[in-house]
C-alpha cells in the first residue's frame, strides 16, 4: 500500500489495511502497527492504534495471538480457522491446522454446555533454536559445576595430606585448620556435583 493510497483512506481503513498487508505467518504487536503508520504518513497516536485495532476485533476483522510478549494482530483471513505454536525465547509464531484440534475444541465446548462455533488455540513452547540455546548454556553451567568440583577436590586433597603429616607429627591442633577447611571444600564440591547431576537429569543428554 503506497503513501498516496493511504492518505485518501479514514485511520480506521488504513490501519484494517495495514494489518491485512502483513505478510501470513507474521503476527504485529500495537506498536509495530503504530511504526508502519508512521511510515506511510499516518498521524496518529499510539492509543489511537490500540482503539483501532480493538475495534477491528470487535468486527472480526483481525484477530490477536496471546503470548508472554504481549498480544499480537493477524488479519482474518479466509478458510479453515488456524492455530499457533509460540516461542516464549524469540516470539517466533508458527500457524497450522490440524483437524484433531478442531474436534477436541468442539467436544470441550459441549461438555461445557457451549454452542461451539470455531476452536482457536495457542501453544506456548520453545523453538527448537532456543532449545538449542538453552541447552547450550546449561552445558556449558554443568562444565563449569564440575571443573570447580575438581578443582576443591584436589585443594580438600592437599588440606588433608597437610593435616596427616600434622596428625603423624603429633601436632593435633595444627592439624585442625587443613582438615576444617577440607571439609569445606568437600562440602562445596558435593553442591557443585548435585547442581550438575541435577541438571543432567532433565536433559536429553542422559539418552544419547
Known sequence: MDDQKTKMLSTHE????????IPRGDHLTAPEVYELALERGLKVSLSTIYRTLNRLKAHGN??????????????????????????????????????????????????KGFKHTTSRF??????????????????????????????KTEEALGQMRLALEQLRSRKFTKAYSPLKSAASQLTQTIEDLDYATGALSGESLLSE
Open 62 to 111: 483481525v484477530i490477536t495471538v496471546s503470548g508472554d510478549r504481549g498480544l499480537r494482530y493477524e488479519a482474518v483471513e479466509e478458510g479453515p480457522a488456524h492455530d499457533h505454536l509460540i516461542c516464549l525465547g524469540c516470539g517466533m509464531t508458527i500457524e497450522f491446522y490440524d483437524e484433531l484440534i478442531r474436534g477436541f475444541g468442539k467436544t470441550v465446548a459441549q461438555r
Open 14 to 21: 488504513a490501519i484494517e489495511e495495514i494489518v491485512k498487508a
Open 122 to 151: 495457542d501453544i506456548l513452547g520453545y523453538c527448537q533454536n532456543c532449545r538449542s540455546k538453552d541447552e547450550t548454556h546449561k552445558i556449558d553451567l554443568v562444565q563449569d559445576a564440575v571443573s570447580a568440583a575438581v578443582e
